[in-house]
């Protein structure tokens, strides 16, 4: 990467300009440390004082995964030198960790690495429940997966809930914490976590309605709670709706915008909607 500083800038310290592009102080003393900074073509491994047409560079550091890489499917949505985006089907988690063999979509992606010699980590900048579809972001590597994570993410889902919505849009602004004894159900509470999404029905049929989400913050099961506190719980949602074997949560993550790092450019990807959703819905055109 390559970075001058403007010449009409004022003599800026080395740290401060590369916290100001955005990378971590953790990530500034490991580059430090690998002499992998220069400076006008001089490595640096201190701080210094840049003037007005100084030219900063550095590599990214090689990273490695000790999970277990997976040979499957992975339907990749967009690739470039500092992320990777996937299309997580439904029924796959989407991380574990070390030499578990459950499969995963992260250990799909080691696999992917792997083939193509890419000394890239493993850093999923989003997670999706493994009954949800859609899109994944995963960082190259810890600075890039930083700077996504404290970026700006605008995410977009798809679900089919059931019930008449009163209202055809609006926002859900209803704190969420973890439901006492259990380490995996999420409840509305007063002293959780705050947690906003909007939505808006696009159509309704049979009783049931096809709702898109937007999140304005990340919480934990965020659609799904905040779609049964309404009495609109998504369809297939055992754990929020009607109870019974575990299955396919009609919840698809459908759109991303995300802002590239190191660029004012912003990326708009889309997973298309699955056939397993839109079954759910033309099974109820059929019936109405």
């Not at 006008?40 to 003037?51: F, H, K, P």
């Not at 047409?53 to 470039?80: M, Y």
Request: one cysteine or more.
């Amino acid at each position: 990467m390559d970075f001058t500083l403007p010449c009409s800038a004022p003599p800026t310290r080395l740290k401060t300009f590369l916290q100001q592009l955005g990378l971590s102080g953790t990530y500034w003393k490991k580059l430090k440390a690998a002499g992998a900074l220069t400076v006008n073509g001089e490595v640096l491994q201190r701080d210094a004082l840049l003037q007005p047409g100084d030219i900063v560079r550095w590599h990214f550091l090689p990273e490695h995964s000790d999970l277990l890489p997976e040979e499957a499917p992975l339907d990749i949505l967009l690739e470039t030198e500092l992320l990777l985006a996937v299309d997580k089907p439904a029924g796959l988690v989407t991380h574990n960790a070390g030499k578990e063999r459950t499969p995963s979509l992260s250990r799909r992606v080691a696999w992917y690495y792997h083939q193509h010699n890419l000394p890239c980590g493993i850093h999923p900048v989003s997670r999706l429940d493994r009954e949800t579809s859609g899109i994944v972001l995963f960082a190259k590597n810890a600075c890039v997966h930083h700077m996504l994570s404290t970026g700006d993410l605008r995410k977009t889902y798809l679900g089919l809930t059931r019930g008449h919505w009163e209202q055809p849009e609006g926002l859900i602004d209803l704190p969420i914490g973890r439901k006492p004894g259990s380490i995996v159900e999420r409840q509305i509470d007063p002293g959780g976590l705050p947690a906003r999404t909007r939505y808006q029905v696009l159509e309704e049929r049979g009783g049931c309605s096809l709702v898109q989400f937007t999140l304005e913050t990340g919480r934990t099961h965020q659609i799904r709670v905040h779609c049964a506190a309404l009495g609109h719980p998504l369809l297939g949602d055992t754990l929020y709706g009607a109870p019974g074997a575990p299955g396919r949560h009609c919840l698809h993550a459908w759109k991303l915008l995300v802002t590239v790092p190191f660029t004012e450019k912003v990326l708009t990807l889309e997973a298309p909607v699955p056939e397993d959703f839109t079954a759910v819905w033309k099974k109820i055109t059929d019936m109405v």
